[in-house]
Protein backbone atom coordinates (compact mmCIF):
# COMPACT_ATOMS: atom_id res chain seq x y z
CA UNK A 1 0.00 0.00 0.00
CA UNK A 2 1.22 3.40 -0.88
CA UNK A 3 -0.33 5.68 1.72
CA UNK A 4 1.22 6.96 5.00
CA UNK A 5 -0.32 8.50 7.15
CA UNK A 6 1.07 11.06 9.72
CA UNK A 7 0.08 10.79 13.40
CA UNK A 8 -1.47 14.20 13.54
CA UNK A 9 -1.85 15.46 9.97
CA UNK A 10 -0.91 18.97 10.33
CA UNK A 11 2.42 20.63 9.18
CA UNK A 12 4.01 23.02 11.91
CA UNK A 13 5.00 25.96 10.93
CA UNK A 14 8.24 27.86 11.65
CA UNK A 15 7.93 31.14 13.16
CA UNK A 16 8.72 33.11 9.93
CA UNK A 17 5.98 30.72 7.97
CA UNK A 18 3.22 32.86 10.21
CA UNK A 19 1.33 35.24 8.48
CA UNK A 20 2.44 38.71 10.18
CA UNK A 21 -0.43 41.06 11.62
CA UNK A 22 -1.79 43.03 9.43
CA UNK A 23 -0.72 41.57 6.04
CA UNK A 24 -4.24 39.65 5.72
CA UNK A 25 -6.41 42.52 5.40
CA UNK A 26 -9.90 41.39 5.93
CA UNK A 27 -9.25 39.12 8.76
CA UNK A 28 -9.72 40.95 11.46
CA UNK A 29 -12.79 42.21 10.22
CA UNK A 30 -14.21 39.07 9.58
CA UNK A 31 -13.53 38.33 13.07
CA UNK A 32 -15.30 40.92 13.78
CA UNK A 33 -17.90 40.09 11.72
CA UNK A 34 -17.76 36.79 13.44
CA UNK A 35 -18.50 38.58 17.04
CA UNK A 36 -20.88 40.69 16.12
CA UNK A 37 -23.40 37.61 15.02
CA UNK A 38 -23.42 39.81 11.56
CA UNK A 39 -21.36 37.49 9.18
CA UNK A 40 -24.96 35.81 7.99
CA UNK A 41 -26.48 38.66 7.47
CA UNK A 42 -23.88 40.28 5.78
CA UNK A 43 -24.15 38.19 3.13
CA UNK A 44 -27.65 37.55 2.70
CA UNK A 45 -27.60 41.26 2.15
CA UNK A 46 -24.50 40.63 -0.20
CA UNK A 47 -26.57 38.36 -2.37
CA UNK A 48 -28.55 40.73 -3.76
CA UNK A 49 -26.17 43.67 -4.38
CA UNK A 50 -25.38 45.12 -7.41
CA UNK A 51 -21.79 45.30 -6.36
CA UNK A 52 -22.18 41.24 -7.51
CA UNK A 53 -21.38 43.04 -10.89
CA UNK A 54 -17.75 43.01 -9.42
CA UNK A 55 -16.59 45.69 -12.83
CA UNK A 56 -13.37 46.85 -10.28
CA UNK A 57 -11.13 44.72 -10.63
CA UNK A 58 -8.37 46.39 -8.11
CA UNK A 59 -7.49 44.52 -4.78
CA UNK A 60 -9.97 45.01 -1.81
CA UNK A 61 -12.51 46.80 -4.18
CA UNK A 62 -14.70 43.64 -5.00
CA UNK A 63 -17.92 42.79 -3.06
CA UNK A 64 -17.48 41.98 0.46
CA UNK A 65 -18.06 37.86 0.94
CA UNK A 66 -17.45 37.67 4.79
CA UNK A 67 -17.37 33.79 5.45
CA UNK A 68 -17.00 31.91 9.09
CA UNK A 69 -14.04 30.23 10.40
CA UNK A 70 -13.64 27.22 8.99
CA UNK A 71 -14.43 23.61 11.07
CA UNK A 72 -13.06 21.31 8.23
CA UNK A 73 -9.63 19.97 9.48
CA UNK A 74 -7.07 20.79 7.22
CA UNK A 75 -8.83 24.03 6.31
CA UNK A 76 -6.02 26.53 7.87
CA UNK A 77 -2.23 26.01 7.24
CA UNK A 78 0.05 28.65 9.27
CA UNK A 79 2.20 29.59 6.40
CA UNK A 80 2.09 32.90 4.60
CA UNK A 81 -0.49 33.88 3.26
CA UNK A 82 -0.06 34.58 -1.04
CA UNK A 83 -0.19 38.36 -1.69
CA UNK A 84 -3.95 39.28 -3.43
CA UNK A 85 -1.85 40.71 -6.35
CA UNK A 86 -0.12 37.53 -7.53
CA UNK A 87 -2.79 35.28 -6.73
CA UNK A 88 -4.78 37.21 -8.60
CA UNK A 89 -2.33 37.94 -11.59
CA UNK A 90 -0.48 34.53 -12.34
CA UNK A 91 -3.11 32.36 -13.58
CA UNK A 92 -4.26 30.07 -15.50
CA UNK A 93 -7.49 30.35 -17.07
CA UNK A 94 -6.82 29.09 -20.53
CA UNK A 95 -10.26 30.63 -21.89
CA UNK A 96 -8.24 34.07 -21.94
CA UNK A 97 -5.38 33.11 -23.12
CA UNK A 98 -2.12 30.88 -22.34
CA UNK A 99 0.51 33.34 -20.87
CA UNK A 100 0.27 33.40 -16.73
CA UNK A 101 -0.71 37.27 -17.13
CA UNK A 102 -3.89 37.13 -20.08
CA UNK A 103 -6.42 36.07 -17.23
CA UNK A 104 -5.96 39.07 -15.47
CA UNK A 105 -5.88 40.88 -18.73
CA UNK A 106 -8.43 39.74 -19.96
CA UNK A 107 -11.23 38.46 -17.89
CA UNK A 108 -12.94 41.76 -17.53
CA UNK A 109 -15.22 40.48 -20.55
CA UNK A 110 -16.97 37.37 -18.17
CA UNK A 111 -20.51 38.51 -17.74
CA UNK A 112 -20.75 37.22 -13.95
CA UNK A 113 -24.33 38.37 -13.92
CA UNK A 114 -26.71 36.26 -14.38
CA UNK A 115 -25.14 33.19 -13.22
CA UNK A 116 -26.79 29.73 -13.04
CA UNK A 117 -25.43 26.28 -12.62
CA UNK A 118 -27.53 23.08 -13.80
CA UNK A 119 -27.06 20.22 -11.49
CA UNK A 120 -28.29 17.23 -13.42
CA UNK A 121 -27.52 13.69 -14.51
CA UNK A 122 -27.74 10.63 -11.94
CA UNK A 123 -29.55 12.44 -9.03
CA UNK A 124 -33.09 12.53 -7.96
CA UNK A 125 -33.31 16.45 -7.20
CA UNK A 126 -31.69 18.01 -10.33
CA UNK A 127 -31.99 21.76 -10.35
CA UNK A 128 -30.39 24.87 -11.89
CA UNK A 129 -29.88 26.87 -9.02
CA UNK A 130 -29.12 30.68 -9.65
CA UNK A 131 -25.89 31.98 -8.02
CA UNK A 132 -28.08 33.92 -5.45
CA UNK A 133 -29.59 30.36 -4.64
CA UNK A 134 -26.58 28.59 -4.03
CA UNK A 135 -24.60 31.30 -2.35
CA UNK A 136 -27.74 30.78 0.29
CA UNK A 137 -27.09 26.88 0.45
CA UNK A 138 -24.90 26.83 3.25
CA UNK A 139 -23.11 28.79 5.70
CA UNK A 140 -20.31 30.92 3.72
CA UNK A 141 -16.81 29.71 5.19
CA UNK A 142 -13.09 30.88 5.28
CA UNK A 143 -10.68 28.20 4.39
CA UNK A 144 -7.08 28.91 3.86
CA UNK A 145 -5.62 26.39 1.68
CA UNK A 146 -3.01 25.61 -0.70
CA UNK A 147 -3.10 25.33 -3.86
CA UNK A 148 0.11 23.15 -5.90
CA UNK A 149 -0.24 23.93 -9.72
CA UNK A 150 0.98 20.91 -12.32
CA UNK A 151 3.68 22.94 -13.64
CA UNK A 152 5.86 23.38 -10.64
CA UNK A 153 4.57 26.53 -8.47
CA UNK A 154 2.30 27.24 -5.30
CA UNK A 155 -0.04 29.45 -3.46
CA UNK A 156 -1.52 29.86 -0.33
CA UNK A 157 -5.23 31.36 -0.31
CA UNK A 158 -8.12 32.60 1.90
CA UNK A 159 -10.86 30.86 -0.18
CA UNK A 160 -14.42 31.67 0.54
CA UNK A 161 -17.21 29.12 0.17
CA UNK A 162 -18.85 25.58 1.45
CA UNK A 163 -18.38 22.32 0.85
CA UNK A 164 -19.85 20.91 -2.00
CA UNK A 165 -20.90 17.98 -0.38
CA UNK A 166 -23.61 20.15 0.70
CA UNK A 167 -25.35 20.42 -2.44
CA UNK A 168 -24.46 16.81 -3.56
CA UNK A 169 -27.01 16.11 -0.47
CA UNK A 170 -29.31 18.69 -1.44
CA UNK A 171 -29.99 16.85 -5.20
CA UNK A 172 -29.74 13.09 -3.95
CA UNK A 173 -27.60 11.23 -5.99
CA UNK A 174 -28.75 8.29 -7.36
CA UNK A 175 -27.29 4.65 -5.99
CA UNK A 176 -25.63 4.24 -9.69
CA UNK A 177 -23.86 7.73 -9.90
CA UNK A 178 -20.15 7.08 -9.51
CA UNK A 179 -18.89 10.23 -11.10
CA UNK A 180 -19.59 13.97 -10.67
CA UNK A 181 -18.81 16.29 -13.68
CA UNK A 182 -17.88 20.08 -13.43
CA UNK A 183 -18.36 22.00 -17.03
CA UNK A 184 -16.87 25.81 -17.12
CA UNK A 185 -18.58 28.07 -19.27
CA UNK A 186 -17.93 28.17 -22.98
CA UNK A 187 -18.51 31.74 -24.75
CA UNK A 188 -16.68 32.38 -27.42
CA UNK A 189 -17.60 36.07 -27.26
CA UNK A 190 -16.74 36.88 -23.59
CA UNK A 191 -13.93 34.17 -23.59
CA UNK A 192 -11.73 35.04 -26.01
CA UNK A 193 -9.64 31.90 -26.64
CA UNK A 194 -12.56 29.93 -26.32
CA UNK A 195 -12.55 28.68 -30.08
CA UNK A 196 -8.85 28.36 -30.63
CA UNK A 197 -6.96 24.86 -30.64
CA UNK A 198 -5.81 24.92 -27.81
CA UNK A 199 -7.93 22.63 -25.95
CA UNK A 200 -11.40 21.24 -26.41
CA UNK A 201 -14.15 23.18 -24.97
CA UNK A 202 -15.84 23.74 -22.77
CA UNK A 203 -13.27 23.09 -19.73
CA UNK A 204 -14.57 20.18 -18.14
CA UNK A 205 -12.89 18.18 -15.01
CA UNK A 206 -14.54 15.42 -12.94
CA UNK A 207 -14.35 13.49 -9.83
CA UNK A 208 -15.09 9.95 -8.09
CA UNK A 209 -18.46 10.70 -6.21
CA UNK A 210 -16.62 9.77 -2.70
CA UNK A 211 -14.31 12.48 -3.22
CA UNK A 212 -16.72 15.16 -4.56
CA UNK A 213 -18.31 14.31 -1.32
CA UNK A 214 -14.79 14.64 0.78
CA UNK A 215 -14.87 17.83 3.63
CA UNK A 216 -12.06 19.08 1.47
CA UNK A 217 -13.38 19.71 -1.81
CA UNK A 218 -14.92 23.32 -1.48
CA UNK A 219 -17.67 25.04 -3.70
CA UNK A 220 -16.08 28.65 -4.30
CA UNK A 221 -17.36 31.69 -4.65
CA UNK A 222 -14.66 34.34 -3.08
CA UNK A 223 -11.01 34.72 -1.50
CA UNK A 224 -9.07 37.39 0.47
CA UNK A 225 -12.72 38.31 1.87
CA UNK A 226 -14.30 39.25 -1.79
CA UNK A 227 -15.97 37.74 -3.90
CA UNK A 228 -13.45 35.81 -6.61
CA UNK A 229 -12.24 38.34 -9.40
CA UNK A 230 -13.18 36.82 -12.88
CA UNK A 231 -9.26 35.99 -13.56
CA UNK A 232 -9.55 33.45 -10.25
CA UNK A 233 -13.32 32.10 -11.90
CA UNK A 234 -15.72 34.00 -10.90
CA UNK A 235 -18.42 33.66 -9.36
CA UNK A 236 -18.06 29.87 -8.92
CA UNK A 237 -15.12 27.53 -9.01
CA UNK A 238 -14.38 24.08 -7.23
CA UNK A 239 -11.11 24.14 -4.79
CA UNK A 240 -9.91 21.05 -4.84
CA UNK A 241 -6.25 21.52 -2.42
CA UNK A 242 -5.22 18.02 -2.81
CA UNK A 243 -4.96 18.06 -6.30
CA UNK A 244 -3.09 19.88 -8.80
CA UNK A 245 -4.83 23.11 -9.40
CA UNK A 246 -6.15 21.83 -12.97
CA UNK A 247 -8.27 19.88 -11.28
CA UNK A 248 -10.02 22.55 -9.79
CA UNK A 249 -12.40 23.92 -12.48
CA UNK A 250 -13.07 27.59 -13.02
CA UNK A 251 -16.54 29.59 -13.55
CA UNK A 252 -19.09 26.73 -13.75
CA UNK A 253 -21.93 26.64 -15.22
CA UNK A 254 -23.01 23.07 -15.08
CA UNK A 255 -22.58 19.87 -12.65
CA UNK A 256 -23.24 16.55 -13.87
CA UNK A 257 -23.80 13.21 -11.84
CA UNK A 258 -22.46 10.33 -14.17
CA UNK A 259 -22.01 6.61 -14.09
CA UNK A 260 -18.77 6.31 -16.45
CA UNK A 261 -15.69 8.47 -15.73
CA UNK A 262 -15.89 11.32 -17.61
CA UNK A 263 -13.26 12.38 -19.92
CA UNK A 264 -11.64 15.69 -18.30
CA UNK A 265 -10.17 18.68 -20.71
CA UNK A 266 -6.32 17.84 -19.83
CA UNK A 267 -6.89 14.32 -19.71
CA UNK A 268 -7.94 14.08 -23.50
CA UNK A 269 -5.39 16.64 -24.88
CA UNK A 270 -2.47 14.59 -23.29
CA UNK A 271 -3.95 11.33 -21.50
CA UNK A 272 -0.11 10.01 -20.79
CA UNK A 273 0.58 13.55 -18.89
CA UNK A 274 -2.42 14.00 -16.81
CA UNK A 275 -4.06 11.57 -15.71
CA UNK A 276 -7.94 11.56 -13.89
CA UNK A 277 -7.02 11.42 -10.27
CA UNK A 278 -4.10 13.98 -10.79
CA UNK A 279 -3.51 13.73 -6.93
CA UNK A 280 -0.33 15.99 -5.90
CA UNK A 281 1.96 13.02 -5.25
CA UNK A 282 5.79 14.26 -4.95
CA UNK A 283 7.07 10.33 -6.16
CA UNK A 284 5.12 10.76 -9.51
CA UNK A 285 7.07 12.89 -12.09
CA UNK A 286 5.36 14.34 -14.75
CA UNK A 287 6.69 12.60 -18.11
CA UNK A 288 8.39 16.17 -19.00
CA UNK A 289 9.56 17.01 -14.83
CA UNK A 290 10.15 16.41 -11.58
CA UNK A 291 7.05 17.12 -9.11
CA UNK A 292 9.08 16.55 -5.74
CA UNK A 293 9.64 20.31 -5.39
CA UNK A 294 7.86 23.69 -6.11
CA UNK A 295 7.98 27.26 -5.86
CA UNK A 296 6.03 29.39 -3.54
CA UNK A 297 4.65 32.23 -5.66
CA UNK A 298 6.34 35.45 -3.76
CA UNK A 299 9.43 33.72 -2.70
CA UNK A 300 11.26 34.26 -5.89
CA UNK A 301 14.44 35.90 -5.15
CA UNK A 302 18.24 34.73 -5.93
CA UNK A 303 17.96 32.94 -1.83
CA UNK A 304 14.56 31.53 -2.41
CA UNK A 305 14.85 28.11 -1.76
CA UNK A 306 12.39 25.61 -3.32
CA UNK A 307 10.26 23.74 -1.29
CA UNK A 308 9.24 20.31 -0.78
CA UNK A 309 6.24 18.95 -2.19
CA UNK A 310 4.10 17.10 -0.20
CA UNK A 311 2.15 14.26 -0.55
CA UNK A 312 -1.28 15.11 -1.65
CA UNK A 313 -0.20 18.54 -0.86
CA UNK A 314 -0.19 18.22 3.07
CA UNK A 315 -3.32 16.87 3.12
CA UNK A 316 -2.43 13.16 3.33
CA UNK A 317 -4.00 12.90 6.52
CA UNK A 318 -7.43 14.07 5.31
CA UNK A 319 -7.64 12.60 2.05
CA UNK A 320 -5.39 9.51 2.59
CA UNK A 321 -7.75 6.84 3.08
CA UNK A 322 -9.66 8.08 -0.41
CA UNK A 323 -7.18 5.99 -2.27
CA UNK A 324 -6.10 3.13 0.18
CA UNK A 325 -5.45 0.24 -1.92
CA UNK A 326 -4.93 2.15 -5.26
CA UNK A 327 -1.37 2.03 -7.21
CA UNK A 328 -1.27 5.67 -7.38
CA UNK A 329 1.69 5.53 -9.93
CA UNK A 330 -0.55 3.58 -12.41
CA UNK A 331 -3.64 5.94 -10.92
CA UNK A 332 -1.66 9.43 -11.69
N1 LIG B 1 -10.42 26.23 -15.15
C1 LIG B 1 -10.71 26.59 -16.42
N2 LIG B 1 -11.99 26.67 -16.79
N3 LIG B 1 -9.74 26.86 -17.32
C2 LIG B 1 -8.42 26.76 -17.01
O1 LIG B 1 -7.56 27.01 -17.88
N4 LIG B 1 -6.76 26.27 -15.27
C3 LIG B 1 -6.49 25.40 -14.12
C4 LIG B 1 -7.48 25.68 -12.97
N5 LIG B 1 -8.84 25.81 -13.48
C5 LIG B 1 -8.06 26.38 -15.68
C6 LIG B 1 -9.12 26.13 -14.77
C7 LIG B 1 -5.13 25.48 -13.62
S1 LIG B 1 -3.93 24.76 -14.58
C8 LIG B 1 -4.81 26.03 -12.41
S2 LIG B 1 -3.24 25.92 -11.77
C9 LIG B 1 -5.82 26.73 -11.62
O2 LIG B 1 -7.07 26.85 -12.32
C10 LIG B 1 -5.35 28.12 -11.32
O3 LIG B 1 -6.21 28.66 -10.40
P1 LIG B 1 -5.96 30.05 -9.68
O4 LIG B 1 -6.64 31.09 -10.47
O5 LIG B 1 -6.54 29.90 -8.35
O6 LIG B 1 -4.49 30.30 -9.61
Redesign the pocket.
Known sequence: MLIKTHANGFDHPVPSEITPQGIYRSRRELIKLMAAGTAGAALASWAGREALAQTPQKPGKLAALPGGKSAVAGALTMEKITDYKD?SSY?????FGTDKADPARNAHTLVTKPWSVAVEGLVKNPKTFTLEELLKLSPQEERIYR?R??EGWS?V?PWVGYSLSELIKKVEPLGNAKYVEFI?QADPKTMPFVGSRVLDWP?VEALRLDEAMHPLALLTFGMYGEVLPN???APVRMVLPWKY??K????IVKIRFTDKQPRTAWNKSAAQEYGFYSNVNPSVDHPRWSQATERRIGEDGLFAKKRKTLMFNGYEAQVGQLYAGMDLKKDF
Open positions: ANNFYELCVMITYQNGGFSGKS
